[in-house]
């Protein structure tokens, strides 16, 4: 597996990681470039490679730019890591990450943060009052649910997409209240809501395709077996 770009991302990246927390990798790998020319081409689940202890995910570049391009939140993270958290940086992989605004567009960035956020609270809310062991994963889900929110709207608004959140204190006050009653959620969709429709995005209506397939045409001639 030829690593482009790898990193720590998760609760570790945004800063909101505690004793118990896992470390999570994120990472973008290239296929040889014959691969695709087979009877089996990495393509879906087979794109993807996942590791555990510790955890590590890695998707064939092909899939992330796709996966980026629709506005994944997980995977567009790993182009806006602070430079202390990336474990693997080639030139391609540098190069994906100056373009990375070429990913972005602002319908698909505000349906995808907001989605994630509400399928967080689709969660809560489908669990009810939960057990005390169930707990510290439910004020998990909560202050992942505020993290989106907050960082989907910095990056529709400015562009941006900041990593670290500026008072993990708040997140985590936020991921208790939520895991105490779930419908204290709905007061910061709503409040997230009004925000977005408060403001015109500064992203695309769509993203710059041509930059991203010439990025990836530049990956598979790299990886093209001369022979």
Known sequence: ??????????????????????????????????????????????????????????????????????????????????????????????????????????KRTRDAYFGYATSQLKRLLDTGQFKSKMRKRQAKHGRHLLRLLDQGFALYATGELPIRVDDPQRYHDFGEAVAANPEAARPALAEAEARFDSVRSVLPDEPDRAAVEAWLLRVRRAYLDPA
């Open 1 to 106: 597996m030829h690593i482009l770009l790898s990193g720590v991302v998760g609760s570790t990246a945004y800063g909101l990681a505690g004793p118990d927390s896992d470390r999570d990798v994120l990472g973008v790998y290239v296929a040889p470039t014959e691969a695709f020319h087979g009877l089996n081409p990495p393509t879906g689940r087979d794109a993807s490679i996942v590791r555990h202890d510790p955890d590590a995910t890695f998707h064939e570049a092909a899939k992330a730019a796709t996966l980026m391009l629709g506005g994944n939140p997980t995977v567009t993270e790993i182009l806006w890591l602070p430079s202390d958290l990336y474990e693997v940086r080639t030139p391609l992989g540098d190069e994906m990450i100056a373009i990375r605004k070429a990913f972005l567009s602002a």
